[in-house]
């Protein structure tokens, strides 16, 4: 059965610190990693990877996959409140048609 | 344009009654799925259908039936509605396939229905 696990279950930081939210896949036919942000309400999309080491960036964020070690990082740097909320991660297993999320992490910028 | 839209985006019913939460997509996508997202933030998948085709359906109580009248509906019916089925269930969209080659799944979600049963 596929698998994905976040760690930390939960972090709070300070505005102006740098995190790290890692997460590990096992999962079969594997095709894509993806990262997603959700607020109070749906989870919007973050990131896509499918490739190891190359780095994808948006602004304060970024995300990159080993493939070799089966894991994914997301990176936040210079964090604001605004960047409160549960990060979500999910591996695509192609042949199902299915993405497995994990439990996501429950970050809290405090100002 | 809302990209994927459900209703109603609140529900609060008593035990036993039977509802169903609609969920439409514009984003022209091949695929649709129901997940369930309980009070501890966990999104597990119940459904997916993808061109009118049911593919994935999890181990989910048979009380719960989907239905896709085309492509870009997929709505979801629940009888004999029961307090542990309490949630906020989302309905969400991606290509499975684009151009003949897989997708790589970005989903887009919609905003989900806060279901509450007493």
């Known amino acids: 059965e596929d698998k994905v696990v976040q760690s930390p279950l939960s972090l709070v930081v300070h505005e102006g610190d740098t995190v790290t939210l890692n997460c590990s896949y096992e999962?079969?036919?594997?095709?894509?990693l993806l990262w997603y942000k959700q607020e109070k309400k749906a989870p919007t999309f973050l990131f896509m990877l499918?490739?190891?080491?190359i780095e994808k960036k948006s602004g304060r964020l970024s995300s990159i996959l080993d493939k070799k070690e089966l894991f994914s990082i997301l990176n936040i740097t210079a964090t604001q409140t605004g960047d409160s909320a549960v990060y979500l991660c999910?591996?695509?297993?192609?042949?199902?048609?299915?993405?497995?999320f994990g439990d996501g992490t429950t970050l809290t910028v405090k100002p | 344009d809302t990209a994927v839209s459900q209703t109603p985006k609140y529900l609060v019913t008593q035990m036993g009654n039977d509802k169903s939460i609609k969920c439409e997509q514009n984003?022209?996508?091949?695929?649709m799925y129901w997940y369930k997202q309980d009070s501890k933030k966990f999104l597990k998948i119940m459904f997916s259908?993808?061109?009118?085709?049911?593919?994935i359906n999890e181990t989910v109580p048979n009380r719960f039936s989907p239905k896709s009248p085309d492509k870009a509906h997929l709505n979801l019916h629940i009888n004999s509605l029961e307090l542990g089925d309490s949630a906020v269930y989302f309905c969400?969209?991606?290509?499975?396939?684009?151009?003949?080659?897989?997708?790589?799944?970005?989903?887009?979600f919609g905003p989900g229905t806060r279901l509450t049963v007493l």
């Open positions: 984003l022209g996508h091949d695929t």
């Open positions: 259908y993808n061109n009118k085709e049911l593919i």
């Open positions: 499918t490739s190891s080491g």
């Open positions: 999910a591996a695509y297993n192609t042949n199902a048609g299915k993405s497995t």
């Open positions: 999962v079969t036919n594997f095709r894509s």
């Open positions: 969400a969209s991606s290509h499975r396939t684009s151009g003949g080659i897989s997708s790589y799944n970005e989903q887009f």
